[in-house]
Nanobody, 127 residues
Framework: QVQLVESGGGLVQPGDSLRLSCVASGFTLAAHAIAWFRQAPGKEREGVSCISKADRKTYYADSVKGRFTMSRDDTKDTVYLQMNSLKPEDTAVYYC????????????????????WGQGTQVTVSS
């Protein structure tokens, strides 16, 4: 069955870095765009980033642009989110999600484009 498993979260200080991983199984990762979302307590889920098939196009939310980098290694069935210069407002549960298609939509932040989600990994940025 299709599975997405996130890891790499943790408690860090402002300015630190983390790399999240999303390991895919049960389908051909290379055929799908993948996105990262996050949800902070009391807030709506937010689209963070999306990467298309074969790295053709990558989108970032304005709030993370220049600090976060999304990448993929289809040979390892893994998608990554490198997060640098972390801020307290980055604190959230981070989820990866499989796009129904191969390419990110301009509206990649719309949850309806995604059919499978991971269980999430907690990122806490605090001094």
């Amino acid at each position: 069955q299709v599975q997405l498993v996130e890891s790499g979260g943790g408690l860090v200080q402002p300015g630190d870095s983390l790399r999240l991983s999303c390991v895919a199984s049960g389908f051909t990762l290379a055929a799908h765009a993948i996105a990262w979302f996050r949800q902070a307590p009391g807030k709506e889920r937010e689209g963070v980033s999306c990467i298309s098939k074969a790295d053709r196009k990558t989108y970032y939310a304005d709030s993370v642009k220049g600090r976060f980098t999304m990448s993929r290694d289809d040979t390892k069935d893994t998608v990554y989110l490198q997060m640098n210069s972390l801020k307290p407002e980055d604190t959230a549960v981070y989820y990866c999600a499989r796009d129904v298609g191969s390419y990110c939509q301009d509206s990649y932040y719309y949850a309806g484009w995604y059919d499978y989600w991971g269980q999430g990994t907690q990122v806490t940025v605090s001094s």
